[in-house]
Nanobody, 125 residues
Framework: QVQLVESGGGLVQAGGSLRLSCAAS????????MGWFRQAPGKEREFVAGINWSGDSTYYPDSMKGRFTISRDNAKNTVYLQMISLKPEDTAVYYCAAESRYGGSWALGYGMDYWGKGTLVTVSS
């Protein structure tokens, strides 16, 4: 079983950038496809991006294309979410999640098996 810990959240002005990290431990990182999700206060969780176990395939919902980039470094057991041109509506708790490398949830946005506790991103106007 994998444990996930997000970091890199904080307060940023609109138009700024942040890079979130998610460190994995407990199991070989390359055994997992990964995803980033977010949940704003009073709203449902949203799928932000997914990446397969090797890092050679990524997926973004249409609403997330252009400003978010997911990547991973299997040697560092870490998945990243680079965010640019941030807007106040990007304010949310951002979570990383994992599933077995044999699954397909990383490109669907649901069905992930393991979750971190999240990191808060606040974008001020």
């Amino acid at each position: 079983q994998v444990q996930l810990v997000e970091s890199g959240g904080g307060l940023v002005q609109a138009g700024g950038s942040l890079r979130l990290s998610c460190a994995a431990s407990g199991s070989p990182f390359s055994s997992y496809n990964m995803g980033w999700f977010r949940q704003a206060p009073g709203k449902e969780r949203e799928f932000v991006a997914g990446i397969n176990w090797s890092g050679d395939s990524t997926y973004y919902p249409d609403s997330m294309k252009g400003r978010f980039t997911i990547s991973r470094d299997n040697a560092k057991n870490t998945v990243y979410l680079q965010m640019i041109s941030l807007k106040p509506e990007d304010t949310a708790v951002y979570y990383c999640a994992a599933e077995s490398r044999y699954g397909g949830s990383w490109a669907l946005g649901y069905g992930m098996d393991y979750w971190g506790k999240g990191t808060l991103v606040t974008v001020s106007s």
